[in-house]
């Protein structure tokens, strides 16, 4: 996707705060941090939304999971503990139309909706 800021930063194209890459999965800091600890954890293929995922996609999006664990053990917040957040769409304020999950830490999270 030519116009997608997040296919950019996989193609180094913009600059970003890597803390994780492999052939499938990237994540690197927010920008605009909410919390102390924000990272976005996104796949390298360009799925627009989680209701844009296919079938072939199950694997990567769950690899996500056990990719945020892996970061959460790195630095240290495993134990302190932290939110992972996916937006969707309008209603769930996704800003950002290549499907990522917020990984926020680093302080007693607030605002807590669920
Ligand atoms: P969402 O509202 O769920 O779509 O989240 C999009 C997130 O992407 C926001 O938290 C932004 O701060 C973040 N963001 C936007 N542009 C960049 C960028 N160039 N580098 C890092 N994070 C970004
Ligand atoms: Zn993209």
Same mark, same amino acid.
């Given at each position: 996707m030519e116009d997608c800021i997040f296919c950019k930063i996989i193609k180094k194209e913009i600059p970003s705060e890597i803390v994780y890459e492999d052939e499938e999965i990237i994540a690197f800091?927010? $920008? %605009?941090? +909410? +919390?102390?600890?924000? $990272?976005?954890v996104i796949p390298k293929k360009h799925i627009s939304s989680i209701i844009d995922m296919k079938k072939e996609d199950e694997a990567t999006i769950?690899?996500?999971?056990? $990719?945020? %664990?892996?970061? +959460?053990?790195?630095?240290?917040i495993k134990e302190k503990g932290f939110r992972v957040i996916l937006n969707c769409g309008?209603?769930?304020?996704?800003?950002?139309?290549?499907?990522?999950f917020h990984l926020l830490a680093g302080k007693k999270l607030g605002q807590k909706i669920v």
């Open positions: 800091k927010d $920008i %605009n941090p +909410a +919390a102390p600890i924000h $990272i976005l769950g690899r996500i999971y056990s $990719i945020i %664990n892996k970061i +959460a053990e790195d630095i240290g309008e209603d769930g304020g996704q800003e950002v139309k290549h499907i990522h």
